[in-house]
């Protein structure tokens, strides 16, 4: 039998001086912090409409692939996650491989944007977006990479419009949403959703931010910044705490319609994997996606638990079905150094020899 | 030893003051700046100063207080029962060392939310003031009866509101202490092994460890599940009455209700939907059709109106100019909807001129 700790009374107080003196150092240093800049990888608009941007984004080079592809990202945050910072960009990574790549920008709703329904931002918004990548690049159907929430809406899209899709990724995308260590559905399934929007209208940001720290409520709301004091005299470390802090609290609210039908029709009745989602008029068979389909997603990640990605492999139609997990977390496998090394280039591989 | 310890101690507490002092002149300055209209007029529910100040410090500030008193508790140190010592620790600050992580956890803005319910319901019962009886139960009669009835709505629910958000906190006080035993058996496994705990972050880690997975196992429970829906259904009943009341106000007022600009979004999105429609590609294929087929019919109506007349006799110049107008409204029907509407505006108004 040992004790546990070995606390020597002299290496405390050295431990807590250290943390006051960080502490009291680092208020000098973020009084002079700028405000924190995404990557912005050069990118031109080639279609907006209502709050939506569809952007096509700009390599050093001329894309060698044939085929572009449209990343649809999730309608809560942005999708700046996926270029982030300079040296942590999913896109400038694909980009470097020779993909023609596309951003759906969503933008910020509104009161105006109320009503806006699943139909709306699928078989509308997603579609148009679809027709006008396809025209710019002058194919007939495009890859999409749908990223969390966005690969949801990529699989009702791909078993809906199968001939404007060549090649489906899916990122961190819920597929099973009930699967039992699923925390944001076991805590949506008994709330009277209907009621929650019809007071709410539009479900705003820092709600939503706030239902996510309380997944991990220590860790998230304390730890971390208990962890921010150790990096307060670097620059460059502290920059990219700041600039991860932006991306998480700066997100749009959501539209209250496509909210509801969300959560109702996915999380509480989990129709997905039924066959009975409608999306409009247009019933979603996943049995209908006979593309090639990439499913990657991470191993630790809290937000969509890896067993309800994986369960797109029972569903999915295609005979040409690949998974790849990922050794992370929800967002690790966009910014992480690992994701930089493994994830774009297994995507490119994985497209080149589809193309 | 222990003089030194004491004076090392009290430079400690001297230097930790005046940490806390510059992050606090640090942050009030910046919640100054963010609050450039001071106060706002709902008593500040979110953004204040204040609330701003102890948001952001409070997960530093916990942990600075938490690493002083595992100084002060004698922790590691000697041979005493290290079991008694955390403990003591863990006791000085509360039995809940870092209470803010979970206390907080509906949110401050449910707080905000009780506290500005409450406020309203008592500017709204200040009619009743000094009244020693049951106003929530008593029957409601005479002009004001809608009044009281909803009155009394409201009363009810903000009374299911605290009752089921109290429910919740104590799921949350359960996740607190399990993640406390948690932490202790953490310790004690080490005590069969040679590993040791170091520092106080060490422990901090640990601990958090153990909160986490204490909390983790509550918040996926069938009664956490409960409890947070009937905690978010409540709220919205609240607000649905709220607004209920708050509608009644601005009718009297002749203000535009919420539920009206509602309505009138949902009409609007649902025009936008039509009118899309109308315009999709394949809505014009069909009308195109429709345009050949009538087109067909009435030249096969014309040959049978003219018997003994050749099939090949040209058609009357008023007939020419119909084939052309419609031939032109085919090639316009492919213009966007906005265009569409002008022109039959156009139209319509020459239809005025010539009556």
């Known amino acids: 039998?040992?004790?546990?700790?070995?606390?020597?009374?002299?290496?405390?107080?050295?431990?807590?001086?250290?943390?006051?003196?960080?502490?009291?150092?680092?208020?000098?240093?973020?009084?002079?912090?700028?405000?924190?800049?995404?990557?912005?990888?050069?990118?031109?608009?080639?279609?907006?409409?209502?709050?939506?941007?569809?952007?096509?984004?700009?390599?050093?080079?001329?894309?060698?692939?044939?085929?572009?592809?449209?990343?649809?990202?999730?309608?809560?945050?942005?999708?700046?996650?996926?270029?982030?910072?300079?040296d942590r960009s999913l896109v400038r990574n694909l980009l470097e491989q020779g993909e023609d790549i596309y951003l759906l920008d969503w933008?910020?709703?509104?009161?105006?944007?109320?009503?806006?329904?699943?139909?709306?931002?699928?078989?509308?918004?997603?579609?148009?977006?679809?027709?006008?990548?396809?025209?710019?690049?002058?194919?007939?159907?495009?890859?999409?990479?749908?990223?969390?929430?966005?690969?949801?809406?990529?699989?009702?899209?791909?078993?809906?419009?199968?001939?404007k899709v060549k090649n489906l990724i899916t990122m961190v995308t819920p597929v099973d949403f009930q699967t039992p260590d699923n925390m944001l559905s076991a805590w949506a399934r008994e709330v009277d959703v209907d009621r929650f929007v019809e007071t709410m209208g539009n479900i705003p940001a820092e709600l939503l931010n706030w239902v996510y720290l309380t997944l991990k409520p220590?860790?998230?709301?304390?730890?971390?910044?208990?962890?921010?004091?150790?990096?307060?005299?670097?620059?460059?470390?502290?920059?990219?705490?700041?600039?991860?802090?932006r991306w998480i609290f700066d997100s749009p609210d959501q539209a209250g319609e496509a909210f509801r039908e969300f959560i109702?029709?996915?999380?509480?009745?989990?129709?997905?994997?039924?066959?009975?989602?409608?999306?409009?008029?247009?019933?979603?068979?996943?049995?209908?996606?006979?593309?090639?389909?990439?499913?990657?997603?991470?191993?630790?990640?809290?937000?969509?638990?890896?067993?309800?990605?994986?369960?797109?492999?029972?569903?999915?139609?295609?005979?040409?079905?690949?998974?790849?997990?990922?050794?992370?977390?929800?967002?690790?496998?966009?910014?992480?150094?690992?994701?930089?090394?493994?994830?774009?280039?297994?995507?490119?591989?994985?497209?080149?020899?589809?193309? | 030893m222990s003089d030194q310890a004491s004076d090392l101690l009290k430079d400690y507490q001297a230097m930790a003051q005046q940490s806390w002092d510059a992050w606090t002149h640090y942050l009030q300055q910046h919640a100054s700046m963010a609050q450039p209209f001071g106060q706002t007029a709902w008593g500040a529910p979110f953004g204040a100063g204040e609330d701003v100040l102890t948001r952001s410090m409070a997960a530093m500030k916990g942990y600075g207080e938490w690493l002083q008193g595992a100084v002060g508790s004698g922790l590691g140190q000697g041979t005493g029962d290290w079991q008694q010592s955390l403990q003591q620790l863990f006791a000085s600050l509360g039995g809940q060392p870092f209470a803010h992580a979970f206390a907080s956890i509906d949110s401050e803005a449910a707080r905000s939310f009780t506290q500005m319910w409450q406020a309203w319901l008592q500017a709204g019962q200040s009619g009743l003031a000094g009244a020693h009886f049951d106003v929530e139960h008593m029957a409601a009669f005479g002009f004001t009866r809608e009044r009281q009835l909803q009155q009394q709505a409201l009363a009810a629910a903000m009374q299911a509101y605290l009752e089921s958000a109290g429910?919740?906190?104590?799921?949350?006080?359960?996740?607190?202490?399990?993640?406390?035993?948690?932490?202790?058996?953490?310790?004690?496994?080490?005590?069969?092994?040679?590993?040791?705990?170091?520092?106080?972050?060490?422990?901090?880690?640990?601990?958090?460890?153990?909160?986490?997975?204490?909390?983790?196992?509550?918040?996926?429970?069938?009664?956490?599940?409960r409890a947070y829906g009937d905690m978010v259904n409540a709220q919205s009943r609240v607000r649905e009455l709220k607004q209920q009341m708050l509608d009644a106000a601005c009718r009297e007022l002749g203000m535009p209700t919420r539920?009206?600009?509602?309505?009138?979004?949902?009409?609007?999105?649902?025009?936008?939907?039509?009118?899309?429609?109308?315009?999709?590609?394949?809505?014009?294929?069909?009308?195109?059709?429709?345009?050949?087929?009538?087109?067909?019919?009435?030249?096969?109506?014309a040959g049978k109106a003219a018997p003994g007349k050749p099939a090949t006799k040209k058609p009357a110049p008023r007939s020419s100019k119909r084939a052309e107008t419609e031939k032109e409204a085919v090639v316009r029907r492919a213009k966007p909807a906005a265009a569409v509407v002008a022109r039959k505006s156009v139209v319509r108004g020459a239809t005025r001129t010539r009556k």
């Open chain 1, 1 to 86: 039998m040992f004790p546990p700790f070995r606390l020597d009374p002299a290496a405390l107080l050295g431990e807590i001086s250290a943390f006051q003196r960080k502490l009291s150092a680092g208020v000098g240093n973020l009084a002079h912090q700028p405000e924190p800049e995404y990557a912005n990888t050069p990118r031109e608009a080639v279609y907006r409409e209502d709050k939506l941007t569809l952007w096509h984004m700009k390599g050093q080079g001329k894309p060698t692939a044939k085929t572009p592809t449209l990343v649809v990202y999730a309608l809560v945050n942005t999708v700046w996650m996926t270029d982030l910072q300079a």
């Open chain 1, 107 to 163: 933008g910020y709703p509104d009161g105006a944007d109320r009503w806006l329904t699943l139909d709306d931002y699928i078989n509308g918004y997603l579609d148009r977006c679809v027709d006008a990548v396809r025209k710019a690049a002058g194919v007939d159907a495009v890859n999409l990479l749908g990223i969390c929430q966005g690969g949801t809406f990529s699989l009702c899209y791909a078993a809906t419009h199968g001939d």
């Open chain 1, 218 to 245: 220590v860790r998230l709301n304390q730890q971390k910044y208990v962890g921010l004091v150790d990096i307060l005299d670097n620059p460059k470390e502290l920059q990219n705490f700041l600039r991860m802090e």
């Open chain 1, 264 to 355: 109702k029709e996915f999380y509480q009745h989990n129709k997905l994997i039924k066959g009975e989602v409608m999306i409009g008029d247009k019933p979603v068979d996943l049995g209908m996606i006979t593309h090639p389909v990439l499913n990657i997603f991470a191993e630790q990640d809290h937000l969509v638990p890896p067993d309800a990605s994986r369960a797109l492999g029972r569903h999915v139609g295609t005979t040409d079905y690949t998974q790849l997990a990922f050794k992370g977390g929800h967002i690790g496998i966009y910014v992480s150094s690992r994701a930089q090394r493994e994830v774009p280039p297994a995507i490119h591989q994985w497209l080149s020899t589809r193309n």
């Open chain 2, 167 to 225: 429910k919740y906190q104590a799921l949350i006080q359960r996740a607190n202490t399990e993640g406390f035993e948690r932490l202790q058996a953490k310790l004690t496994e080490l005590t069969n092994s040679q590993r040791q705990v170091d520092s106080l972050k060490a422990l901090y880690d640990l601990w958090v460890d153990g909160a986490e997975e204490a909390y983790a196992q509550i918040a996926l429970s069938e009664e956490f599940r």
């Open chain 2, 259 to 301: 539920g009206e600009v509602s309505a009138l979004g949902k009409r609007l999105q649902e025009l936008r939907r039509e009118v899309r429609a109308g315009t999709s590609p394949a809505a014009s294929e069909e009308i195109t059709a429709l345009r050949a087929e009538v087109a067909a019919l009435k030249r096969e109506l």
